[in-house]
């Protein structure tokens, strides 16, 4: 087979996977058909419904479509930046305000012995090309943030310039 055309073809088939953002303007319903179904979703007081579509855990991004009171997106946002995680107040910040900044975690993990629900996200340090991490948000029974901490990622095999173990 003539190699251009095997090398052509493989780049019409990455083309056609490229993540694609749906555009400000676009109605819920194409955001839902582009997206699929939300992993959740928060009617605010203002009228906007936000839908989560978390990425987790191997593409490190929690995406939130804004949709305005007539059914059309204000935005897409990327949830689980630098910025975000330091809005997180130990002993302030409120279970629903985690979910309402960063969206739904990847894993919660019950620990009863501590009365506490860690939530784990998966994310990079410094955006897209930094290193992977784990974000874990320590919840108590009064739904109250207690503990927040950022660990990079032990799967992560080839992090630091290393090779894999």
Same mark, same amino acid.
């Given at each position: 087979?003539?190699?251009?055309? +095997? ?22 319903? &194409? +955001? !839902? ?32 479509? =804004?949709?305005?009171? @007539? ?6 946002? &990327? =949830?689980?930046?630098? @910025? ?30 501590? &009365?506490?629900?860690?939530? @784990? ?24 943030? =207690? !503990?927040?901490?950022? !660990? ?7 992090? @630091? ?5």
């Amino acid at each position: 087979m003539n190699r251009s055309l +095997v090398f052509a073809a493989a780049a019409a088939l990455a083309g056609c996977s490229a993540f694609q953002l749906p555009e400000p303007g676009t109605p819920v319903a &194409q +955001v !839902e058909k582009r997206m699929g179904p939300a992993a959740d979703k928060r009617v605010h007081a203002d009228g906007e419904v936000w839908y989560y579509y978390p990425q987790q855990p191997y593409g490190l991004k929690n995406y939130v479509a =804004r949709v305005d009171r @007539e059914g059309r997106l204000i935005a897409m946002e &990327q =949830r689980l930046t630098d @910025e975000n995680v330091a809005k997180l107040e130990k002993g302030k910040t409120r279970a629903d305000d985690v979910r309402d900044l960063l969206g739904p975690p990847y894993k919660v993990w019950p620990f009863p012995r501590m &009365q506490r629900d860690i939530w @784990e996200y998966r994310m990079t340090k410094d955006g897209a090309a930094g290193t992977p991490q784990g974000l874990y948000v320590q919840i108590s029974p009064d739904t109250v943030v =207690r !503990e927040v901490y950022i !660990e990079n990622d032990p799967d992560n095999r080839l992090s @630091e310039g290393g090779s894999p173990r």
